[in-house]
């Protein structure tokens, strides 16, 4: 008999719900801390993914099914990470090139920062994500951003003045 990732309990049948981003294989009484897995037959040989959420009233989910015919175009209900700040990808180069225009070296940026020189050869290397404690210090001796959001390039991704993007904005052919 299948068991609960969550708790443990064995159960005749467990329901494949998302929490936290990993989907799991959870008993009745705890698929109430994620939201249920649904997979939808499409005329392909694919599957789509629609999250429902899981919750304890049938008033709200009755008036957001009301609202929209579709099962995949409901909200996606919130979690922890949609408030978390996103490291940039090219993070180290960004220290990197910061701390040589003010003209510190490795050991002098870690005196300054309170940490070993190890750590700003890792993070210059790309070796290591910064913790949020040393990126705060990195932004602050360094005046700058080490988080992706408002100065990304998404002007390059505009669709001419249209407000929906199509796979012809981007995509480009080569004959």
Known sequence: MPQCEMCGAEQASL???KVEGAELELCENCKGFGTEV??????SASTKYSTSSSGKSDASS????SSSSSGGS???RRDMFDDMDEIAGDYDDRI???REAEGLSQEDLAKRLNEKASLIRKLERGDILPSDAVRNKLERKLDISLTEGGNTDDADWSGGGSTT???????KRKD
Do not use: K, M, Q
């Open 38 to 43: 649904r997979t939808e037959s499409t005329s």
């Open 74 to 76: 409901r909200r996606r």
């Open 96 to 98: 990197r090139e910061a």
């Open 15 to 17: 329901t494949t719900t």
């Open 165 to 171: 993007t199509t796979l012809g904005d981007v995509v």
């Open 62 to 65: 009755s008036s957001s099914s």
